[in-house]
T-cell receptor
Framework: DAKTTQPTSMDCAEGRAANLPCNHS???????VYWYRQIHSQGPQYIIHGLKNNETNEMASLIITEDRKSSTLILPHATLRDTAVYYCIVTQGAQKLVFGQGTRLTINP | EAGVAQSPRYKIIEKRQSVAFWCNPI?????LYWYQQILGQGPKLLIQ????????DSQLPKDRFSAERLKGVDSTLKIQPAKLEDSAVYLC?????????????FGDGTRLSIL
């Protein structure tokens, strides 16, 4: 079973920041937080991951709370191409990814 | 760098027939995964290889599904005989190593329809 909780759907205006929340209250000390997204008819795309520090790359920023029980994925300037299902996953060890239902993000013009 | 390659892109067969999918991972990636994604659901891991050895096949229906990764590079996933419930997208992913700090990279999958 997935160990994360995400909203079913979210909307965001094009050009604005999209903030996607994820709760992982049972996360253990050696588990990483991963974010993937899946655009229609494509495979999941890796976005970013972190252990306890905030992370930033060319696609997004990942903010992890100090107690590590929740995180937020930030897409700083959303475009229509960011419309997708976003998955938040916690994983450790042999890196088995357990996907939940994810958040369906719609970017509106 | 080239991504994970999968073929065919689409496959339609009748129930009780057999089918095979092929995956070529990213060059140098030791770990390879096969996932099944049923419409409306997230992907579910079927099997994980580390080089040419199986790490986890606990979710693989072994009475009908088989997978191999000869020489630790390409992999094939086979279903024989297929059932209606096997209609899904079959995704292949690879990573440098099978540990949590190395991300998995996915191919675009094979969409299987069972008539």
């Amino acid at each position: 079973d997935a160990k994360t909780t995400q909203p079913t759907s979210m909307d965001c205006a094009e050009g604005r920041a999209a903030n996607l929340p994820c709760n992982h209250s049972t996360i253990s000390g050696n588990e990483y937080v991963y974010w993937y997204r899946q655009i229609h008819s494509q495979g999941p795309q890796y976005i970013i991951h972190g252990l306890k520090n905030n992370e930033t790359n060319e696609m997004a920023s990942l903010i992890i709370t100090e107690d590590r029980k929740s995180s937020t994925l930030i897409l700083p300037h959303a475009t229509l191409r960011d419309t997708a299902v976003y998955y938040c996953i916690v994983t450790q060890g042999a890196q088995k990814l357990v996907f939940g239902q994810g958040t369906r993000l719609t970017i509106n013009p | 760098e080239a991504g994970v390659a999968q073929s065919p892109r689409y496959k339609i067969i009748e129930k009780r027939q057999s089918v095979a999918f092929w995956c070529n991972p990213i060059s140098g990636h030791a770990t390879l995964y096969w996932y099944q994604q049923i419409l409306g659901q997230g992907p579910k891991l079927l099997i994980q290889f580390q080089n040419n050895g199986v790490v986890d096949d606990s979710q693989l229906p072994k009475d009908r599904f088989s997978a191999e990764r000869l020489k630790g590079v390409d992999s094939t996933l086979k279903i024989q005989p297929a059932k209606l419930e096997d209609s899904a997208v079959y995704l292949c992913a690879s990573s440098l190593g099978g540990w949590a700090k190395q991300p998995q990279h996915f191919g675009d999958g094979t969409r299987l329809s069972i008539l």
